[in-house]
């Protein structure tokens, strides 16, 4: 993984990302299930070497910080557990695979829902469908919150992603949603510290959510929209 790129958290103001990371929209689309199957990039900024990312949500220049978290008096304390993911997480165990599920990061994208569950799918994976499918749905979940684990080799069942970030928006519950940290990108806390490097993470960017600075699905409640007319 490439050291140079990081993105480092600002106290009360927003994600400044160095290392001239590449920044897309990143959406989510439905299946023929009713349920989100698959991501399709949308937009792709110009790249830069670096920029800031609104935190607070009430940026007219979104995705990009344009100093509102002054003005309105952003409180972004960062709430979110510096737990390892491992020990953030329950471990269920199926015939096939292992998943992990640390709760407490769910962006509420709703990945999981497809095909009766990633839960229960894990559960049948001696099923060659069931385990493709609790596979492809833990690995679609944009956060990490859902992690598949090969038993023989005992590790995780990851996508290669490259370095870069993604602005999530959801059609389906007609909001915007967080950021998407992909491909192991540091992440620096406000007060200097290093949250663990994982391959999927995803950043609050309604200012709502109560794990900052992790997405807690609080988006959806709030309604957020960054604009994107295809939503209204």
């Not at 790249?47 to 609104?54: R, T």
């Not at 990633?118 to 859902?146: F, Y």
């Not at 992909?182 to 992440?187: K, P, V």
């Amino acid at each position: 993984m490439e050291n140079n790129k990081k993105v480092s958290i600002a106290k009360n103001g927003p994600y400044c990302v160095y290392g001239n990371i590449p920044l897309a929209k990143q959406i989510s689309t439905v299946g023929k299930s009713g349920e989100p199957e698959e991501w399709k990039i949308g937009k792709e900024y110009p790249k830069q070497e670096s920029y800031s990312l609104c935190r607070c949500g009430k940026s007219k220049n979104k995705p990009f910080c344009d100093g509102s978290h002054l003005k309105n008096d952003f409180d972004g304390a960062e709430t979110a557990s510096r737990k390892e993911y491992i020990k953030q997480a329950e471990k269920i165990s199926g015939p096939d695979i292992d998943l992990t599920d640390a709760e407490e990061l769910c962006s509420s994208a709703r990945f999981c829902h497809l095909a009766g569950g990633t839960w229960d799918n894990v559960e049948k994976s001696d099923n060659p469908k069931s385990k493709k499918i609790a596979i492809q749905t833990a690995c679609n979940c944009p956060s990490g919150r859902l992690v598949a684990w090969d038993k023989k080799t005992k590790k995780p069942i990851e996508n290669k992603f490259e370095q870069s970030i993604g602005i999530i928006e959801d059609p389906q519950a007609k909001v915007s949603g967080p950021v998407w940290l992909r491909g192991g990108i540091e992440l620096e806390s406000a007060d200097g510290t290093k949250y663990e490097k994982r391959n999927r993470m995803t950043l609050c960017r309604c200012g709502k959510s109560k794990n900052k600075p992790f997405c807690d699905g609080s988006h959806i409640d709030c309604e957020f929209n960054d604009g994107d007319k295809s939503l209204l």
